[in-house]
């Protein structure tokens, strides 16, 4: 059974672990994010085990070494350790959710579920296309899922041989990236066709990402 952990990573420390973790668990088994609204930076550790407390122990030892290689003082942080739920099955569910509350007429919420719904692809393509790049997992450190950023648009070129905007299927995402931003962040009301624009071009981007597969 895979699990992933979540760890704090204090602003002080991002270099130094970005350093030590690909050297401790390998370069797919990791990633560093930020979070794009408090900035705050996450370090996911994933491993196979039987069950949840032999889970917890593997964590711990992978990120206790990692600590000692990047030479920072020991930390007694408990993990936020979950089942690996990264499957396009969740994507499925999240996007019948956001039919749902769109037939509801909540329409800003119907766009939130179906961005991390997209979101969720992304990570699979991102994550799968720089194991397969000479840059590795570090191309991963401090991404964010929403393509929206410099580096994530950079990767995501590199993967797919062409920048989000040449087509019309990474047009229409940003369009929605907008529109639900709008929504969540200035509490602008979204009429029925928004959602519904929105919905099609989640519907089209996460239909790109899983029949575009990286090399």
């Known amino acids: 059974m895979r699990f992933v952990a ?3 990573v204090p602003e002080n420390e991002v270099s130094a672990i970005a350093y ?3 050297r401790i668990v390998g370069p797919h088994d990791f990633v560093i994010t930020e979070d794009p609204e408090s900035l705050d930076t996450t370090l996911e550790l994933e491993v196979e085990a039987r069950n949840m407390l032999l889970a917890w122990g593997e964590v711990r030892r992978r990120y206790d070494a990692i600590r000692e290689l990047a030479r920072l003082p020991p930390r007694d942080q408990a993990p936020h350790l979950i ?7 969740r994507s499925d569910e999240l996007l019948a959710e956001a039919h749902m509350l769109l037939e509801l007429g909540h329409h ?8 991390v719904a997209c979101e969720l692809e992304i990570q699979r393509y991102l994550r799968a296309g720089a194991n397969g790049q000479a840059f590795g997992a570090v191309a991963l450190v401090g991404l964010r899922w929403t393509l929206m950023d410099q580096r994530g648009r950079a990767l995501f070129a590199a993967i797919a ?8 299927i990474g047009r229409a995402y940003v369009a929605h990236v907008q529109r639900r931003n709008d929504a969540v962040h200035r509490g602008t009301r979204l009429a029925r066709y928004d959602a519904v624009a929105s919905l099609n071009a989640v519907e089209d981007m996460v239909s790109f990402l899983r029949n575009d597969p990286p090399i």
């Open 6 to 8: 979540l760890y704090d």
């Open 20 to 22: 030590a973790a690909p």
């Open 83 to 89: 089942p690996w739920q990264h499957s396009r099955e």
């Open 108 to 115: 800003a919420l119907a766009v939130v579920a179906a961005q």
């Open 161 to 168: 041989g062409h920048q989000l905007t040449d087509f019309d």
